[in-house]
Protein backbone atom coordinates (compact mmCIF):
# COMPACT_ATOMS: atom_id res chain seq x y z
CA UNK A 1 0.00 0.00 0.00
CA UNK A 2 1.57 3.63 -0.85
CA UNK A 3 1.96 6.21 2.19
CA UNK A 4 -0.74 8.09 2.83
CA UNK A 5 -0.37 11.74 2.48
CA UNK A 6 -1.64 14.51 5.14
CA UNK A 7 -2.55 17.31 3.15
CA UNK A 8 -4.01 20.81 3.82
CA UNK A 9 -7.90 20.57 2.98
CA UNK A 10 -7.61 24.33 1.47
CA UNK A 11 -5.35 22.32 -1.24
CA UNK A 12 -8.27 20.25 -2.06
CA UNK A 13 -10.81 23.37 -3.08
CA UNK A 14 -11.78 23.36 0.85
CA UNK A 15 -13.13 27.33 1.36
CA UNK A 16 -11.28 27.37 4.95
CA UNK A 17 -8.84 29.85 4.41
CA UNK A 18 -8.99 33.13 6.57
CA UNK A 19 -10.44 34.78 4.56
CA UNK A 20 -12.68 31.91 2.80
CA UNK A 21 -10.91 31.22 0.02
CA UNK A 22 -9.39 27.90 -0.91
CA UNK A 23 -6.03 27.12 -2.87
CA UNK A 24 -7.19 24.69 -4.93
CA UNK A 25 -4.71 23.08 -6.70
CA UNK A 26 -5.41 21.19 -10.40
CA UNK A 27 -2.82 18.37 -10.85
CA UNK A 28 -3.07 15.31 -12.29
CA UNK A 29 -0.71 13.62 -9.53
CA UNK A 30 -3.18 15.27 -6.52
CA UNK A 31 -6.28 13.90 -8.26
CA UNK A 32 -4.83 10.93 -9.34
CA UNK A 33 -3.72 9.91 -5.40
CA UNK A 34 -6.88 11.63 -4.31
CA UNK A 35 -8.56 8.53 -6.72
CA UNK A 36 -6.35 6.55 -4.62
CA UNK A 37 -7.36 7.20 -1.24
CA UNK A 38 -4.08 8.08 -0.31
CA UNK A 39 -5.09 11.95 0.61
CA UNK A 40 -5.79 12.56 4.38
CA UNK A 41 -7.35 16.64 4.41
CA UNK A 42 -6.85 18.73 7.13
CA UNK A 43 -7.28 22.40 8.15
CA UNK A 44 -5.78 22.75 11.39
CA UNK A 45 -6.82 26.35 12.04
CA UNK A 46 -10.53 24.60 11.53
CA UNK A 47 -9.74 22.04 13.30
CA UNK A 48 -8.15 23.52 16.14
CA UNK A 49 -11.63 25.70 16.91
CA UNK A 50 -11.04 28.86 14.56
CA UNK A 51 -13.89 30.08 12.67
CA UNK A 52 -13.92 30.92 8.79
CA UNK A 53 -13.51 33.95 7.80
CA UNK A 54 -11.04 34.70 10.33
CA UNK A 55 -8.80 37.71 10.65
CA UNK A 56 -5.16 36.98 9.06
CA UNK A 57 -2.74 35.49 12.30
CA UNK A 58 0.89 35.36 11.48
CA UNK A 59 4.00 34.37 14.11
CA UNK A 60 4.89 37.11 16.28
CA UNK A 61 8.44 38.59 15.73
CA UNK A 62 9.69 36.81 12.75
CA UNK A 63 9.85 33.46 14.98
CA UNK A 64 8.89 29.81 13.70
CA UNK A 65 6.15 27.64 14.75
CA UNK A 66 9.25 25.90 16.86
CA UNK A 67 8.88 29.06 18.92
CA UNK A 68 5.49 28.84 19.22
CA UNK A 69 5.23 25.03 19.97
CA UNK A 70 7.60 26.17 22.94
CA UNK A 71 6.17 29.23 24.18
CA UNK A 72 8.55 31.45 23.41
CA UNK A 73 6.34 33.25 21.15
CA UNK A 74 2.85 33.51 19.94
CA UNK A 75 0.71 33.98 17.11
CA UNK A 76 -1.69 37.13 17.07
CA UNK A 77 -3.92 37.77 14.84
CA UNK A 78 -4.16 41.27 12.68
CA UNK A 79 -5.60 42.71 15.68
CA UNK A 80 -2.82 41.72 18.19
CA UNK A 81 -5.40 38.84 19.99
CA UNK A 82 -3.58 36.04 21.10
CA UNK A 83 -4.42 32.98 19.15
CA UNK A 84 -1.67 30.43 20.03
CA UNK A 85 -4.21 28.06 21.63
CA UNK A 86 -6.03 27.20 18.63
CA UNK A 87 -2.93 26.84 16.48
CA UNK A 88 -1.47 24.45 18.75
CA UNK A 89 -4.34 22.55 19.28
CA UNK A 90 -5.00 22.22 15.48
CA UNK A 91 -1.04 21.56 15.12
CA UNK A 92 -2.16 18.36 18.00
CA UNK A 93 -4.87 17.39 15.72
CA UNK A 94 -3.09 17.28 12.48
CA UNK A 95 -0.49 15.19 14.10
CA UNK A 96 -2.73 12.41 15.56
CA UNK A 97 -4.48 12.26 11.79
CA UNK A 98 -1.50 11.43 10.24
CA UNK A 99 -0.33 9.17 12.82
CA UNK A 100 -3.55 7.52 12.83
CA UNK A 101 -3.63 7.11 9.29
CA UNK A 102 0.26 6.28 9.09
CA UNK A 103 1.30 9.33 6.94
CA UNK A 104 4.50 9.36 6.44
CA UNK A 105 4.85 12.37 4.36
CA UNK A 106 2.44 16.00 4.11
CA UNK A 107 1.51 18.43 1.44
CA UNK A 108 0.71 21.74 3.02
CA UNK A 109 0.03 25.37 2.05
CA UNK A 110 3.25 27.46 1.93
CA UNK A 111 2.91 30.34 3.95
CA UNK A 112 0.60 29.36 6.38
CA UNK A 113 1.61 30.36 10.24
CA UNK A 114 0.04 26.61 10.49
CA UNK A 115 1.12 25.07 7.36
CA UNK A 116 3.61 27.26 5.93
CA UNK A 117 7.05 24.75 5.38
CA UNK A 118 9.64 26.97 3.58
CA UNK A 119 8.41 30.26 4.45
CA UNK A 120 5.95 31.70 6.33
CA UNK A 121 4.95 35.79 7.17
CA UNK A 122 7.25 37.82 9.25
CA UNK A 123 4.70 38.95 11.94
CA UNK A 124 4.67 42.50 11.19
CA UNK A 125 1.48 41.93 8.52
CA UNK A 126 3.03 43.77 6.06
CA UNK A 127 3.13 40.79 3.24
CA UNK A 128 6.75 40.10 3.53
CA UNK A 129 7.93 36.46 4.22
CA UNK A 130 11.13 34.94 5.61
CA UNK A 131 12.87 31.20 5.80
CA UNK A 132 10.31 28.93 8.21
CA UNK A 133 7.87 27.12 9.23
CA UNK A 134 4.42 27.35 10.99
CA UNK A 135 3.71 25.79 13.82
CA UNK A 136 1.26 22.28 12.15
CA UNK A 137 4.80 21.70 9.62
CA UNK A 138 6.82 22.23 12.87
CA UNK A 139 4.96 19.41 14.70
CA UNK A 140 4.73 17.35 11.84
CA UNK A 141 8.72 17.38 11.55
CA UNK A 142 9.44 16.87 14.75
CA UNK A 143 7.72 13.35 14.60
CA UNK A 144 9.35 12.46 11.49
CA UNK A 145 6.91 13.02 9.07
CA UNK A 146 8.31 14.34 5.91
CA UNK A 147 6.97 17.91 4.85
CA UNK A 148 6.72 19.20 1.53
CA UNK A 149 5.41 22.80 -0.02
CA UNK A 150 2.38 23.01 -2.19
CA UNK A 151 5.28 24.05 -4.79
CA UNK A 152 7.13 20.51 -4.09
CA UNK A 153 4.45 18.46 -5.37
CA UNK A 154 6.84 16.99 -7.85
CA UNK A 155 9.65 16.72 -5.05
CA UNK A 156 6.93 14.79 -3.01
CA UNK A 157 5.89 12.38 -6.03
CA UNK A 158 10.03 11.57 -6.53
CA UNK A 159 10.21 10.68 -2.82
CA UNK A 160 7.10 8.41 -2.69
CA UNK A 161 8.75 6.66 -5.77
CA UNK A 162 12.11 5.94 -4.37
CA UNK A 163 10.03 4.10 -1.35
CA UNK A 164 8.72 1.33 -3.78
FE1 LIG B 1 -5.11 25.87 4.40
FE2 LIG B 1 -3.56 25.13 6.42
FE3 LIG B 1 -4.52 27.60 6.34
FE4 LIG B 1 -6.17 25.59 6.83
S1 LIG B 1 -4.45 26.23 8.13
S2 LIG B 1 -6.53 27.24 5.41
S3 LIG B 1 -5.29 23.96 5.57
S4 LIG B 1 -3.08 26.70 4.89
Redesign the pocket.
Known sequence: MPAKILV????LG?P???NGSD?RIDHPLLAEWQREGLLVP?????AGGLPTPRPPAEIEGGGNGDDVLEGRLRILDASGNDVSAPFIT?AGLALRLAQEHGCRFAL??D??P???SREIHDGSFSGFRHSGEGA?AALLRRHGIEVFAHSELDALAARIAEEH
Open positions: SACLDVRYKICPEVGLTGSSCGT
